[in-house]
């Protein structure tokens, strides 16, 4: 009984495998991925994170939504997880547009939450973006931010 229930997940498996790959010949599989990232279904959500987990060629088109999810409680790892896949082929300059345009409500929390995803994948040019926003906001506890990620990051920054 135990060895049938795992052939019969092996070969579930199996077939998930070959549906990413015939996912991945789709000429629309970007536009897929995106309503599946902005969908209010979990699955479709969690499938679409797994498959640019081992799919990522597509994460830099993708990018505005994956930071988005990060940033929700609940998806934080695997928004993680699926650009960390990509990391070094999104250029530096996107994550820094990309972290910046997550900004403008200008709360502290979201520039907490944000450079703690910007120092999760690495992205010390866009950290230092967002550094420095911070350091010319009327808001002092804004600034302090920026003090203190200066000292605590000030060796990863460009």
Same mark, same amino acid.
């Given at each position: 009984?135990?060895? &049938?229930?795992?052939? %019969? =997940?092996?070969? !579930?498996?199996?077939?998930?495998?070959?549906?990413?790959? *015939? %996912?991945?010949?789709?000429?629309?599989?970007?536009?897929?991925?995106?309503?599946? =990232?902005?969908?209010?279904?979990? #699955? @479709?959500?969690?499938?679409?994170? @797994?498959?640019?987990?081992?799919?990522?060629?597509?994460?830099?088109?993708?990018?505005?939504?994956? $930071?988005?999810?990060?940033?929700?409680? *609940? #998806?934080?790892?695997?928004?993680?997880?699926?650009?960390?896949?990509?990391?070094?082929? $999104?250029?530096?300059?996107?994550?820094?547009? $990309?972290?910046?345009?997550?900004?403008?409500? *200008? &709360?502290?929390? @979201?520039?907490?939450?944000? !450079? @703690?995803?910007? $120092?999760?994948?690495?992205? #010390? &040019?866009?950290?230092s973006a967002v550094i420095d926003k911070a350091a010319e906001s009327d808001n002092y506890e804004i600034r302090e931010f920026s003090r203190s990620f200066t000292e605590s990051h000030g060796?990863?920054?460009?």
């Amino acid at each position: 009984m135990e060895m &049938e229930e795992w052939r %019969v =997940l092996v070969t !579930a498996e199996q077939e998930v495998a070959r549906r990413r790959a *015939g %996912v991945n010949q789709l000429p629309s599989r970007v536009d897929l991925l995106s309503k599946a =990232l902005s969908s209010s279904s979990a #699955w @479709d959500r969690s499938v679409a994170l @797994d498959f640019l987990r081992l799919f990522p060629e597509d994460v830099p088109k993708l990018l505005d939504l994956l $930071v988005d999810l990060s940033l929700s409680t *609940g #998806w934080t790892r695997s928004a993680l997880e699926a650009i960390m896949a990509a990391r070094k082929e $999104v250029e530096p300059s996107q994550f820094a547009r $990309v972290a910046l345009e997550r900004l403008s409500d *200008g &709360e502290v929390e @979201d520039y907490l939450r944000l !450079a @703690d995803v910007l $120092v999760e994948i690495e992205a #010390w &040019e866009a950290l230092s973006a967002v550094i420095d926003k911070a350091a010319e906001s009327d808001n002092y506890e804004i600034r302090e931010f920026s003090r203190s990620f200066t000292e605590s990051h000030g060796d990863m920054l460009p």
